[in-house]
């Protein structure tokens, strides 16, 4: 993790991103624009920052298979929630990561047993071999699950959202 002060031309051009109608006209525009930015500074989205942060995952998907109908933002609301003062490179990359995650969460419709609060979204875990399986987790705690809803310990591996379609061939 990079305590480097941000890049002020980096800065300068995400904050822009809440000042062009164009990409905040839809939410796959919105997306494009957060991953482009993120794709023009590669000295600053660094290959560590980029995983530290889950970035490479959200960086790789066509996006217009996983948007949802629905996010949980308001595109007007946006510069509002994230023009703000970034200490370093990784709290912009965090808010970047959950914005992105905010527009391709599918949610399941079932509550957290540790948060009850906190509904559980789909993901997809990838393992080494390309294997990959659909679980069940807690974007606040963490607590994550298999589809029938016993704990899941492992094996880890990289986290992708899930689309509509993946859901359904359950």
Sequence with gaps: MSE???????????YEIFNDSEKLKD?????????Q????????FTDEVRDEWGLN???????????????????????KRLVRNYENI???????????WDMVTVYSGKDCPITPND???????????NSDKILLECAGC????????????GP??????VNKEEIENI
Excluded: H, Q
Aim: charged fraction near 35%; glycine fraction near 4%.
């Design 4 to 14: 480097e002060l941000i890049n002020e031309k980096l800065l300068k051009d995400y």
């Design 27 to 35: 939410f796959s525009n919105y997306y494009k624009a957060l991953v």
């Design 37 to 44: 930015i993120v794709k023009k500074y590669p000295l600053e």
């Design 57 to 79: 995952e959200l960086l790789s998907i066509e996006e217009k298979k996983y948007i949802v109908d629905k996010p949980d933002i308001c595109l007007n609301m946006e510069k």
């Design 90 to 100: 990784d709290t912009l990359a965090m808010a970047i990561r959950d914005t992105l």
């Design 119 to 129: 509904e559980l979204r789909y993901i997809k875990i990838v393992y080494e071999d």
């Design 142 to 153: 963490g607590w994550t699950e298999d589809i029938d809803g016993n704990e899941y310990t």
């Design 156 to 161: 880890v591996g990289k986290v992708f959202p």
